[in-house]
């Protein structure tokens, strides 16, 4: 979903496995030369689409990175199955209440610009999370933890699956602030 985190979570993941990080939205507005919001409102979201699955199957056919792609991205078949045959997706679930706090003052998403950004949110949510469920290999409820401790959890899942080995996973002591608090 838009503000879901996927950017920032992406670059943390991919410096903490030191791997090269890729946001098919930054390398599609690199492409065409403009930003995704202006080729919206010029050629509108299908030919964007197009664009976007191309830079998926380009960015999906290298070695090994961390990529982040547009919240629309699953939403196209085709899409789906590059990412899931040649990677392993890491859905950053968040419901519509939590992302309108996150996006209420930003107006770089074309999908957002509507009267009632907040009622946009859970129409999308409703389209979208049985899509992004069906695609992800692992989901994170995000809620309100800091990025430092959803990169946890999503480093934890990634080694409990066999995806990453231990020693990429850092330790949940923090020596400055000992161990960080568990379940109670």
Not at 155 to 170: N, R
């Amino acid at each position: 979903m838009p503000g879901g985190g996927k950017s920032t979570v992406g670059r943390q993941l991919a410096r903490q496995l030191s791997l090269p990080f890729h946001d098919s939205d930054h390398e599609i507005e690199a492409q065409i030369g403009m930003s995704i919001r202006s080729f919206f409102e010029l050629h509108g979201e299908p030919a964007f689409r197009d664009l976007e699955t191309q830079q998926i199957d380009r960015l999906t056919q290298g070695g090994d990175c961390v990529l982040a792609t547009g919240g629309g991205a699953p939403l196209r078949e085709q899409n789906r199955q590059l990412l899931r045959e040649r990677s392993h997706v890491i859905y950053l679930r968040s419901t519509p209440e939590e992302l309108f706090r996150r996006l209420r003052h930003d107006t770089s998403r074309p999908l957002l610009q509507v009267k009632d950004p907040l009622k946009r949110l859970r129409d999308l949510f409703r389209e979208r999370d049985p899509v992004y469920l069906r695609t992800a290999h692992f989901v994170i409820e995000t809620g309100r933890p800091s990025v430092p401790a959803l990169l946890q959890m999503i480093l934890m899942q990634l080694e409990l699956a066999g995806v990453v080995d231990a020693s990429c996973v850092p330790s949940p002591i923090d020596p400055q602030h000992g161990p960080e608090p568990g379940p109670a």
